[in-house]
């Protein structure tokens, strides 16, 4: 803080009554910037294992024995981490002794996502989708379409047909674009030799 550090983010924890009381130690001692917990989602047992061995980290009794009990099921072993999280997060939050939250995602963003939906940060874009009757889903869906493509009175051609002007109408496009960039390479050439030629007329008359 005397160097001039604005605010403090801690490293990966499990033990949110030892953050807190951590925090109001900090407080005491006079330390006044914002103090950011470093929340690192459980991805997989493994990986979770060596970072928390790797940092020493205090792990708490209850979460290393579910953990070992079910370290053999990855779909498991993340759905605990998410709610694991949730529940690390609201305590965090409701307790007031931080503004926000650091989570390390290890470029996984799933998890972190999951457990910012669940405390209500961020709302879940994707909408439950919507019944339609059995009965009704065909007219529905002929309907929608004769309404939602243009209607065209010209004869559409067979297949073949429409494929060979496809390909000719790409072939033109994709011609048409290294013309473009052919006469833009030339203009840039004939604009380098003039500055070229400038430059030297300029120093033989100084000359």
Not at 106 to 119: C, P
Not at 150 to 178: C, L
């Amino acid at each position: 803080m005397d160097a001039g550090a604005d605010f403090i983010i801690t490293q990966l924890f499990y033990d949110v009554d030892n953050f807190i009381e951590w925090v109001g130690k900090c407080r005491q001692a006079g330390i006044k910037v914002p103090i950011i917990p470093g929340i690192m989602p459980i991805q997989s047992y493994a990986g979770w294992k060596r970072m928390t061995d790797f940092c020493k980290t205090k792990i708490p009794p209850e979460v290393s024995q579910r953990l070992e009990a079910i370290k053999g099921d990855e779909k498991q072993v993340q759905a605990y981490g998410v709610q694991l999280g949730i529940e690390m997060c609201k305590k965090i939050l409701e307790s007031g002794v931080s503004p926000g939250l650091h989570f390390y995602t290890l470029n996984k963003e799933k998890i972190s996502k999951a457990i910012l939906e669940g405390i209500g940060l961020i709302a879940n874009p994707l909408p439950p989708p919507i019944a339609v009757p059995a009965s009704s889903s065909s007219s529905l869906n002929h309907s929608s379409l004769n309404h939602s493509q243009p209607q065209s009175s010209a004869p559409s051609g067979p297949p073949e047909r429409e494929s060979k002007r496809q390909v000719r109408s790409d072939f033109r496009s994709e011609r048409s674009q290294h013309e473009a960039s052919g006469a833009s390479s030339s203009y840039t050439y004939i604009a380098v030799v003039a500055v070229v030629v400038l430059g030297l007329f300029l120093i033989r008359r100084l000359r």
